[in-house]
Nanobody
């Protein structure tokens, strides 16, 4: 069964850090581009950044540049989203998604391009 599972969300104070994990089962993550998305209450889902099969990392949301980074651990079949200097406006449900394309540099900010999605993990930044 193909499945993505996010974990690592929670409540954190402004300025704090969290590391989200996106673990795959039923397929090998390193054959896929992995995107991270978020959706805040009352807002549309937005693409944040992606890691291609080749390791490229395009950022799609300016507000997370310099604060969020993405990495892979192929041995654990897991992709991570390290989030630093968190702000209240980062509060949202965070999702990872996977897409497989022949082009090793492929990534996309559009959720419709992705084949598999995790269930989401809540991140709340508040005092």
């Amino acid at each position: 069964q193909v499945q993505l599972v996010e974990s690592g969300g929670g409540l954190v104070q402004p300025g704090g850090s969290l590391r989200l994990s996106c673990a795959a089962s039923g397929f090998t993550l390193d054959a896929y581009a992995i995107g991270w998305f978020r959706q805040a209450p009352g807002k549309e889902r937005e693409g944040l950044l992606c890691i291609s099969r080749g390791g490229g990392v395009p950022y799609y949301e300016d507000s997370v540049k310099g604060r969020f980074t993405i990495s892979r651990d192929n041995a654990k079949n897991t992709v991570y989203l390290q989030m630093n200097s968190l702000k209240p406006e980062d509060t949202a449900v965070y999702y990872c998604a996977a897409v497989r394309k022949l082009r090793g540099y492929y990534c996309s900010q559009y959720g419709s391009e992705y084949s598999y999605w995790g269930q989401g993990t809540q991140v709340t930044v508040s005092t």
